[in-house]
């Protein structure tokens, strides 16, 4: 004996009724019957679907779901194009390159598939201002005239120590000069360090007598 014959049989006439079969005529019920066994229904139902197209079930969406599916089928179709050759891409748009709906989807892809130019700005060199100093500028600034005894005083001490700096200048140009002078003069000289030049006719005495001196 089946275990869940009792269970299923609780739950006979549990289920709400169907308000189409509800209102049939035990005829018609029959009638309904026969020709879902013979297949009748079945065929009808097929035939209808075809009448529908493949895009019948839209009709049967909600607004929100019509929307869905038009953008997944848009992203679909955007990933086929893309996934084309330039060959395949131009036979698709040729076919449906005037197809309301699919003709924004195929010049997006004819944009991204077309080469952007580079555009290359040439550098532009600015000419270069010529500094011209104002005239004011090239004057001569006038001496700063003392106007108080202190000043006078700073003035005076002043002018001294320029006067030594010049002084003690020309002094170390005129020592550098005589120095020059020195050199050059005993460029040439074939004397060495400590030695004396003695006339040719000088006797044998002098000569030895300074190489002694020397040693």
């Given at each position: 004996m089946d275990p869940h014959r009792k269970?299923?049989?609780?739950?006979?006439?549990?289920?709400?009724?169907?308000?189409?079969?509800?209102?049939?005529?035990?005829?018609?019920?029959?009638?309904e019957y026969e020709r879902e066994l013979d297949g009748t229904?079945?065929?009808?139902?097929?035939?209808?679907?075809?009448?529908?197209?493949?895009?019948?079930y839209l009709a049967d969406l909600t607004?929100?779901?019509?929307?869905?599916?038009?953008?997944?089928?848009?992203?679909?179709?955007?990933?086929?194009?893309?996934?084309?050759?330039?060959?395949?891409?131009?036979?698709?748009?040729?076919?449906?390159?005037?197809?309301p709906g699919l003709l924004l989807l195929i010049a997006r892809e004819v944009e991204r598939r077309t080469p952007q130019p580079v555009v290359v700005v040439p550098?532009?060199?600015?000419?270069?201002p010529v500094f011209e100093p104002h005239p004011v500028m090239l004057e001569t600034p006038a001496p700063l005239v003392p106007t108080t005894e202190r000043e006078a005083r700073i003035a005076e001490?002043?002018?001294?120590?320029?006067?030594?700096?010049?002084?003690?200048?020309?002094?170390?140009?005129?020592?550098?000069?005589?120095?020059?002078?020195?050199?050059?003069a005993t460029e040439n000289d074939p004397m060495e360090p400590g030695s004396v030049i003695v006339a040719p006719n000088a006797t044998a005495e002098v000569r030895a007598a300074l190489n002694a001196k020397q040693q």
């Open positions: 269970r299923r049989a609780n739950r006979v006439g549990t289920a709400l009724p169907d308000p189409e079969l509800a209102q049939m005529t035990d005829a018609d019920l029959q009638a229904a079945a065929l009808e139902r097929e035939r209808a679907a075809r009448e529908r197209g493949p895009w019948g607004d929100d779901a019509l929307l869905e599916e038009h953008r997944a089928a848009g992203a679909a179709y955007v990933a086929g194009l893309q996934a084309m050759t330039d060959r395949e891409f131009a036979v698709e748009r040729k076919r449906h390159g005037a197809t550098p532009v060199f600015m000419p270069v001490q002043n002018a001294i120590g320029l006067r030594l700096i010049a002084e003690r200048t020309a002094e170390l140009a005129r020592q550098d000069e005589r120095d020059r002078a020195l050199a050059k």
